[in-house]
């Protein structure tokens, strides 16, 4: 894989950090919020080897700028061979029951805005001729538990509109890999008791770029998730709302 420039968006995201770790032989650009303030972050990747490391600002909540923005990376950083859309946000379930503007930024970040980036993204891949986005699901899509279901509603769309837009682009050149982990152990999940099968940012990562070097479409952190999902889909209701978590 001769990659020209990897793009994470979202470069504070464990991992997507863990990604770029094993993509450090291209240049890396990081773009987040505050991007002046990616030191430690660029020092990582410099630090595992790779020849340039950008930061750039980007919000990925502000949709109108989700076009200009990727148009000025490939102007200033060249062709993009990948790209790692990494941003999101857990929210508070809790809270989201009752609050209805955080069950509504829940649900902009983890899909109103990756529909819109990931729009403007293959529609500058096809134009290039070609490149591969990894998008970021999870098995909260798979099917939507009582426990978090705002999140996991953002989930499972991410991962049909993911899953669509792949089939859309057979035969472009460009690819979209779906990785769909299980709980991650890492910052996003502080303070909250892991689940079967866990994995973290570095097994993720690990997964994830063996698939885009073997050409996959979509992958589930670990495998066995993929089996567990199945079960999940044909439980009865009655079983399915009595699970805890």
Do not use: C
């Not at 919000?59 to 993009?80: S, W």
């Amino acid at each position: 894989m001769a990659a020209v420039t990897v793009l994470v968006l979202g470069g504070r995201s464990e991992i997507g950090l863990a990604v770029a770790k094993r993509l450090a032989s291209e240049k890396i650009v990081l773009a987040a919020r505050r991007g002046a303030s990616l030191d430690a972050e660029v020092e990582l990747l410099l630090a595992a080897g790779a020849p340039s490391v950008e930061r750039v600002e980007f919000d990925a909540d502000v949709l109108d700028t989700h076009g200009p923005f990727l148009d000025d990376v490939v102007t200033r950083f060249g062709p993009i061979s990948v790209v790692v859309v990494a941003f999101g946000i857990l929210g508070s379930q809790e809270r989201a029951a009752e609050d209805a503007e955080h069950a509504v930024s829940i649900v902009h970040t983890d899909y109103v805005a990756h529909v819109s980036v990931l729009t403007h993204l293959t529609r500058l891949l096809r134009q290039q001729g070609g490149g591969t986005v990894v998008v970021f699901s999870s098995i909260a899509g798979g099917r939507v538990r009582k426990a978090n279901y705002v999140y996991g509603s953002a989930k499972a769309g991410l991962d049909g509109f993911a899953s669509g837009l792949a089939d859309s682009l057979h035969g472009t050149g460009v690819r979209v890999l779906t990785v769909r982990p299980g709980f991650v152990i890492g910052r996003m999940a502080a303070g909250m008791s892991p689940a079967p099968f866990a994995s973290t940012p570095d097994q993720v990562a690990e997964a994830t770029v063996k698939a885009l070097r073997g050409n996959r479409y979509d992958i589930w952190v670990p495998g066995i998730l993929r089996w567990v999902n199945a079960v999940f889909r044909v439980l009865p209701r009655a079983v399915w709302r009595r699970m805890p978590r």
